[in-house]
């Protein structure tokens, strides 16, 4: 028993070197033969690199060595070597296979193996390998080299296919990479990189703790280049099925941080997509037979007309034709759909279209019929008194005519009135028509000349602006929230005029107190005047009203007043796809990419073969310092300690020893007590019978 005992303390001290030596052990046994298998080279028994040359000379070699002997090689052997010889021989396959460790084909091998199991070496049908198409169409493939992208611009994202030439499985992917770089047009720069081109390729591989250049998927492989990144740190990798649908969302998610469009039905459109968009914004709803993700430059003109638009997608069912046609004249898809004003009738284009027409077909309709002031439209509609007018900054005087008024029908029916006077002013801007009415030519001259500007403002969200024009008793019917059911859209016009000589020679004074500094704020650089409008509804009316304030500004010397105007308030937060998300791996890899990384790195660097010699050095040291320990002496105790080998009886006597010495010293110390014993020289007093004695 105790010798089973002294051996389990034995094999507990040593337990740690144990453990590392059995961990080199199997290291050595299972993880690098696993990790470093027989290479093509060593099927045929060569040394690696070895020449085409060479590695015929071996396979004629193995192939009448096994004939020679009269035995029937086995065909999974034959398999194996003609395989190694078909990939070494081609020069292209060969060269992919020494700088990457790219196998052509792989899964031949298998699938050879379950083919002619149990059959003769002679029956395998030759050869294994089945080469791709010499022309792979580089004109149309856009196949790049290092200079072309050191040439292009930085703030532009890249996307690579790392290819070869004389790859069937490139071939076969060659028509989707088009289709992918077709859909990435205007979106991003493309490429096709050939694994010739090695000092590009070289760059772009991943690299093997030992150093192996490689690439994990084998090729074709994407990688991209997020925006202001040129730089490895930040180069990102597409990991799923190479298809287009998989690899355009990747990138246009990934590396653009672009958003992605929703899919609604008949039913949810209404609800949750046009009732919830704000009404200031532009509805462009896309109907697709396919169900397919948007497009890449669809998802970037969501992202650039945020502020005027909203986008949605509808998958297209026969069934419901008539409905859509009921409610938009949609015929069939692919369509696009273009929502404005109440009333207004939507703009609908029929057909696929591409990045550049669908471009301009969004600047041109991001407006509503009737656009709305608000803060990233005032310099574009010229209502700013701190821009200039449409016309350009040579104009000094132009007029905006703005309609203000909390949501409401008043408000639509207002709208499509003023929709209306644009109209009449716009065909009445012909001046060589005989029938021009002299109450309107002023009017359609300026708005000919890009000096007027006809526009909506939310009186409930841009409070402060409204009451800053309105100024009366019954603003509040217009302007602010809500406090009754009265809704009055009112009218108004501002001529904005520009002093060039009074702007420069203007002198910027320093104020010399608080009260000074109050006086002598900032006021906008046009000066304002504004007319409030206070007839009726009538068309003719209101157009005689524009076009006489239009006369009167051009033609009456009026004060020059500037004043401080109130900012229009934003009315849409910041989209999340806004607050720094695209911007995460344009400063390195995001913390998915880092998380990945650190784990595709762990299992990478247990191939090592440097980690075995490690462990087995760990665990010599180990048992090492642990023996010395073990065979050293053991230590005298110190002078000052008690001598712990004196018996355990000895130490409880010397205790009860203190222990009463204690209490002895005590007693005769403290003070007598009527419970002390009684002395020798004490007696009783005696006691009288007699109380009076």
Same mark, same amino acid.
């Given at each position: 028993?105790?010798?089973?005992?002294?051996?389990?303390?034995?094999?507990?001290?040593?337990?740690?070197?144990?453990?590392?030596?059995?961990?080199?052990?199997?290291?050595?046994?299972?993880?690098?033969?696993?990790?470093? &298998?027989?290479?093509?080279?060593?099927?045929?028994?060569?040394?690696?690199?070895?020449? $085409?040359?060479?590695?015929?000379?071996?396979?004629?070699?193995?192939?009448?060595?096994?004939?020679? +002997?009269?035995?029937?090689?086995?065909?999974?052997?034959?398999?194996?070597?003609?395989?190694?010889?078909?990939?070494?021989?081609?020069?292209?396959?060969?060269?992919?296979?020494?700088?990457?460790?790219?196998?052509?084909?792989?899964?031949?091998?298998?699938?050879?193996?379950?083919?002619?199991?149990?059959?003769?070496?002679?029956?395998?049908?030759?050869?294994?390998?089945?080469?791709?198409?010499?022309?792979?169409?580089?004109?149309?493939?856009?196949?790049?080299?290092?200079?072309?992208?050191?040439?292009?611009? #930085?703030?532009?994202?890249?996307?690579?296919?790392?290819?070869?030439?004389?790859?069937?499985?490139?071939?076969?992917?060659?028509?989707?990479?088009?289709?992918?770089?077709?859909?990435?047009?205007?979106?991003?720069?493309?490429?096709?990189?050939?694994?010739? @081109?090695?000092?590009?390729?070289?760059?772009?591989?991943?690299?093997?703790?030992?150093?192996?250049?490689?690439?994990?998927?084998?090729? &074709?492989?994407? #990688?991209?280049?997020?925006?202001?990144?040129? +730089?490895?740190?930040?180069?990102?990798?597409?990991?799923? @099925?190479? !298809?287009?649908?998989?690899?355009?969302?990747?990138?246009?998610?990934?590396?653009?941080?672009?958003?992605?469009?929703?899919?609604?039905?008949? *039913?949810?459109?209404?609800?949750?997509?046009?009732?919830?968009?704000?009404?200031?914004?532009?509805?462009?709803?896309?109907?697709?037979?396919?169900?397919?993700?948007?497009?890449?430059?669809?998802?970037?003109?969501?992202?650039?007309?945020?502020?005027?638009?909203?986008?949605?997608? #509808?998958?297209?069912?026969?069934?419901?034709?008539?409905?859509?046609?009921?409610?938009?004249? #949609?015929?069939?898809?692919?369509?696009?759909?273009?929502?404005?004003?109440?009333?207004?009738?939507?703009? =609908?284009?029929?057909?696929?279209?591409?990045?550049?027409?669908?471009?301009?077909?969004?600047?041109?309709?991001?407006?509503?019929?009737?656009?709305?002031?608000?803060? =990233?439209?005032?310099?574009?509609?010229?209502?700013?008194?701190?821009?200039?007018?449409?016309?350009?900054?040579? =104009?000094?005087?132009?007029?905006?005519?703005?309609?203000?008024?909390?949501?409401?029908? @008043?408000?639509?029916?207002?709208?499509?009135?003023?929709?209306?006077?644009?109209?009449?002013?716009?065909?009445?801007?012909?001046?060589?028509?005989?029938?021009?009415? *002299?109450?309107?030519?002023?009017?359609?001259?300026?708005?000919?000349?890009?000096?007027?500007?006809?526009?909506?403002?939310?009186?409930? !969200?841009?409070?402060?602006?409204?009451?800053?024009?309105?100024?009366?008793?019954?603003?509040?019917?217009?302007?602010?929230?809500?406090?009754?059911?009265?809704?009055?859209?009112?009218?108004?016009?501002?001529?904005?005029?520009?002093?060039?000589?009074?702007?420069?020679?203007?002198?910027?004074? +320093?104020?010399?107190?608080?009260?000074?500094?109050?006086?002598? *704020?900032?006021?906008?650089?046009?000066?304002?005047?504004?007319?409030?409008? +206070?007839?009726?509804?009538?068309?003719?009316?209101?157009?005689?009203?524009?076009?006489?304030?239009?006369?009167?500004?051009?033609?009456?010397?009026?004060?020059?007043?500037?004043?401080?105007?109130?900012?229009?308030?934003? *009315?849409?937060?910041?989209?999340?796809?806004?607050?720094?998300?695209?911007?995460?791996?344009?400063?390195?890899?995001?913390?998915?990419?880092?998380?990945?990384?650190?784990?595709?790195?762990?299992?990478?660097?247990?191939?090592?073969?440097?980690?075995?010699?490690?462990?087995?050095?760990?665990?010599?040291?180990?048992?090492?310092? $642990?023996?010395?320990?073990?065979?050293?002496?053991?230590?005298?105790?110190?002078?000052?300690?008690?001598?712990?080998?004196?018996?355990?009886?000895?130490?409880?006597?010397?205790?009860?020893?203190?222990?009463?010495?204690?209490?002895?010293?005590?007693?005769?110390?403290?003070?007598?007590?009527?419970?002390?014993?009684?002395?020798?020289?004490?007696?009783?007093?005696?006691?009288?019978?007699?109380?009076?004695?």
């Amino acid at each position: 028993m105790a010798r089973v005992s002294s051996m389990l303390t034995t094999l507990k001290a040593y337990s740690v070197p144990l453990m590392l030596f059995v961990g080199a052990i199997l290291y050595q046994l299972v993880i690098i033969p696993n990790t470093f &298998p027989r290479s093509h080279y060593d099927v045929l028994g060569l040394k690696r690199y070895s020449s $085409i040359q060479e590695v015929e000379e071996a396979y004629e070699k193995l192939v009448s060595s096994g004939s020679s +002997n009269g035995e029937s090689q086995k065909s999974s052997d034959f398999i194996k070597i003609r395989y190694a010889y078909e990939l070494l021989t081609n020069p292209t396959w060969k060269r992919n296979y020494d700088m990457f460790g790219i196998e052509e084909q792989r899964d031949v091998i298998e699938g050879a193996k379950q083919l002619y199991a149990g059959k003769s070496y002679s029956e395998v049908h030759l050869p294994l390998l089945e080469a791709a198409a010499s022309d792979t169409g580089d004109q149309a493939f856009n196949a790049i080299t290092l200079k072309d992208v050191l040439a292009s611009e #930085v703030d532009r994202p890249w996307l690579f296919m790392m290819y070869s030439s004389g790859s069937k499985c490139c071939a076969d992917h060659f028509g989707i990479w088009k289709r992918i770089a077709a859909l990435l047009d205007g979106v991003a720069n493309t490429g096709a990189v050939e694994l010739g @081109e090695v000092q590009f390729a070289a760059y772009l591989a991943e690299r093997k703790p030992t150093g192996q250049l490689f690439y994990r998927n084998g090729i &074709p492989s994407v #990688v991209a280049f997020p925006p202001q990144c040129r +730089n490895a740190d930040c180069l990102v990798r597409f990991e799923g @099925e190479l !298809s287009t649908d998989a690899v355009t969302d990747w990138f246009a998610t990934t590396i653009l941080s672009l958003p992605r469009i929703r899919y609604y039905s008949k *039913e949810s459109l209404g609800q949750a997509f046009i009732a919830k968009t704000s009404p200031h914004k532009v509805k462009v709803i896309f109907f697709s037979k396919t169900g397919e993700r948007a497009t890449p430059f669809v998802r970037l003109a969501a992202k650039n007309y945020w502020a005027y638009a909203s986008f949605a997608f #509808v998958l297209w069912r026969e069934e419901e034709s008539s409905f859509w046609w009921n409610a938009f004249e #949609v015929e069939s898809a692919p369509a696009i759909v273009i929502l404005k004003d109440p009333g207004v009738k939507p703009v =609908v284009h029929h057909g696929p279209v591409n990045n550049s027409w669908f471009s301009n077909m969004m600047e041109q309709h991001k407006h509503q019929e009737l656009p709305q002031l608000r803060p =990233v439209t005032s310099h574009e509609l010229g209502c700013d008194p701190r821009g200039y007018s449409r016309a350009g900054v040579d =104009v000094q005087s132009w007029y905006c005519v703005i309609l203000a008024g909390r949501l409401s029908r @008043e408000l639509n029916e207002m709208r499509q009135t003023m929709c209306r006077i644009r109209e009449k002013l716009t065909s009445d801007g012909d001046l060589s028509s005989v029938d021009n009415e *002299e109450s309107s030519i002023h009017a359609a001259v300026a708005l000919k000349d890009k000096r007027l500007t006809f526009t909506w403002l939310n009186g409930e !969200s841009q409070q402060k602006y409204c009451l800053f024009y309105l100024q009366s008793e019954t603003s509040y019917d217009t302007c602010g929230p809500r406090r009754d059911i009265a809704d009055v859209p009112r009218l108004f016009i501002i001529r904005y005029k520009r002093n060039s000589t009074v702007e420069n020679t203007e002198v910027k004074k +320093n104020p010399r107190n608080m009260w000074d500094a109050l006086l002598n *704020e900032d006021v906008d650089p046009a000066a304002q005047l504004v007319a409030r409008y +206070n007839g009726s509804n009538e068309i003719p009316e209101i157009i005689k009203w524009i076009s006489d304030i239009i006369k009167d500004g051009d033609t009456r010397d009026l004060p020059f007043y500037r004043t401080k105007t109130p900012e229009l308030v934003p *009315e849409d937060e910041e989209p999340m796809f806004f607050k720094g998300a695209q911007n995460i791996l344009s400063r390195g890899t995001g913390m998915k990419q880092k998380i990945l990384g650190f784990i595709r790195g762990f299992f990478d660097r247990l191939g090592d073969p440097r980690i075995g010699p490690f462990l087995l050095l760990g665990a010599l040291m180990s048992f090492g310092t $642990i023996w010395l320990r073990r065979s050293q002496p053991s230590q005298p105790s110190q002078p000052s300690q008690p001598d712990q080998s004196e018996p355990p009886s000895t130490k409880e006597e010397a205790k009860t020893r203190r222990r009463e010495r204690r209490r002895t010293t005590s007693k005769n110390d403290g003070p007598a007590s009527v419970t002390d014993a009684e002395p020798k020289d004490a007696y009783q007093m005696p006691f009288s019978d007699s109380d009076s004695e």
